[in-house]
T-cell receptor, first 115, second 112 residues
Framework: DQQVKQNSPSLSVQEGRISILNCDYT??????FLWYKKYPAEGPTFLIS?????DKNEDGRFTVFLNKSAKHLSLHIVPSQPGDSAVYFC??????????????FGKGTKLTVNP | EPEVTQTPSHQVTQMGQEVILRCVPI?????FYWYRQILGQKVEFLVS????????KSEIFDDQFSVERPDGSNFTLKIRSTKLEDSAMYFC??????????FGSGTRLTVV
């Protein structure tokens, strides 16, 4: 049951160029989307998020775009830096029937930024 | 910046043994979670906990699993009789407001 899909397991870009990480989802009840960054042996750390009522959110070098009709979101990192090399997880949140909230994660995309 | 603390960082246990994974959430957070990531796979939701009770659990969270908040600060995940397939990174998370999750650095559980 892959409600959140990250179809690219890995991505390699040159330092200074743009990194674009993609995410697709199937559940139209998702109302909030988050990107997490994860280094080896560490927990996911929050990067940026977007509400379903918006189509773009920007924070410094990071911009998330949401296309609700296509059920697609993307994370743009520009310019990419070697320190951005990590696994990036797309996550979606929904309030369940019971009123609780949980995150559903994609499988992650390993980004490598080459100097 | 407040952190979610997990101990131990690595636990090796024999199949069939009980393990307890410990978490200290951020003190004013109200919602607590356990997630796990089997090597090479996605991060999966296990259970959410609010107001001293489980608010939701996944299919993975069967009778072998239990959670407790024994003393108002710790939040534990117990696996009663570990199986090889329980080997994974287990992440604790807490939040105060909607979507404001903070994750711990994880406990790597290896069942041999």
């Amino acid at each position: 049951d892959q409600q959140v899909k990250q179809n690219s397991p890995s991505l390699s870009v040159q330092e200074g160029r743009i990194s674009i990480l993609n995410c697709d989802y199937t559940n139209s009840m998702f109302d909030y989307f988050l990107w997490y960054k994860k280094y080896p042996a560490e927990g996911p750390t929050f990067l940026i998020s977007i509400s379903s009522i918006k189509d773009k959110n920007e924070d410094g070098r990071f911009t998330v775009f949401l296309n609700k009709s296509a059920k697609h979101l993307s994370l743009h990192i520009v310019p990419s830096q070697p320190g951005d090399s990590a696994v990036y997880f797309c996550a979606a949140s929904a309030i369940t029937q019971g009123g609780s909230e949980k995150l559903v994660f994609g499988k992650g995309t390993k980004l490598t930024v080459n100097p | 910046e407040p952190e979610v603390t997990q101990t131990p960082s690595h636990q090796v246990t024999q199949m069939g043994q009980e393990v307890i994974l410990r978490c200290v959430p951020i003190s004013n957070h109200l919602y607590f979670y356990w997630y796990r990531q089997i090597l090479g796979q996605k991060v999966e939701f296990l259970v959410s906990f609010y107001n001293n009770e489980i608010s939701e659990k996944s299919e993975i969270f069967d009778d072998q699993f239990s959670v407790e908040r024994p003393d108002g600060s710790n939040f534990t995940l117990k696996i009663r009789s570990t199986k090889l397939e329980d080997s994974a990174m287990y992440f604790c998370a807490s939040r105060l407001i909607n979507y404001g999750y903070t994750f711990g650095s994880g406990t790597r559980l290896t069942v041999v």
